[in-house]
């Protein structure tokens, strides 16, 4: 009875208006839209990509209508091979898809900080456990109402670093760029982009002043380099709502907010979720 009870609350946890997607961009870093043919149940399927819960709405709301009941929202990582089929699993069904590739610009950057090229063993290990920390926020599951997938800009600003870039940090190579930098000047406003709740906050090692929201069902943002936070981690964030203020901490060349979007635990192009 717990369980029917609890499926029946995840039904009307999404609005009955249509629901604003992402823009679906099938290559890594990207999004899936996958239409769950053959599961006309009324309950949502349970579905999975790479180990990670996918995201899974009602598709009567969206433009899969005629094609499932139900669609699933899929992070792409950067990592994934356009050469290698990619395979969802939902209530025992099998999806695979296929992606394509995609060239991300290259980056050189110099730091002045030497240890955050080349930390040592007690940063290291720093760094491992705020990782485990932050991967426990992405990976943080709540069946919050929900009507869109989509985002506002949390910031205003030129966009100093895409998503996706290949960095290189005093001309060694190091992990692609995993969020969009916005370059709003010391101090500017950091505003919620969606309703949300505060799963994290941190003085991280990397990523200086940190928060990370969740807005539900595997969805996620993060906010890092910040001069000042002015949340705390259990607050309920609506659309517009202040989070603090950018800043320059960690591994920065200089003042911005660094933003990262999570869908399924895995970092994706954050303008895919941008409503304009």
Known sequence: MRFVSFMFALLISFSAAAIDLPTESRVPGGVALIPLSGLDTKAAPSAWYRGNRVMVIPAQTTPYAEQATWLAVIGIPLSAKPSQEQLMKADGKRYP?????????????????????????????????????MVAAFKSWSTPAISTAQFNLPATGRFSSPFGLKRFFNDQP??????????????????????????AVGEYFFNGNTVIVDHGYGLTTMYCHMSKIDVKVGDQLNTGDNIGKIGKTGRVTGPHLHWSVSLNNTRVDPLLFVKQ
């Open 174 to 199: 190091r992990n692609p760029h995993s969020g969009l930098d916005i370059a709003g000047g010391q101090g500017g406003p950091i505003s919620a982009p969606s309703p949300g709740k505060v799963v």
């Open 97 to 133: 898809f296929k992606i394509q590739d995609k060239a991300y610009k290259e980056q050189r950057l110099t730091i002045t900080n030497k240890r955050h090229v080349n930390p040592n063993t007690q940063d290291l290990a720093r760094y491992k456990r705020e990782k485990d920390e």
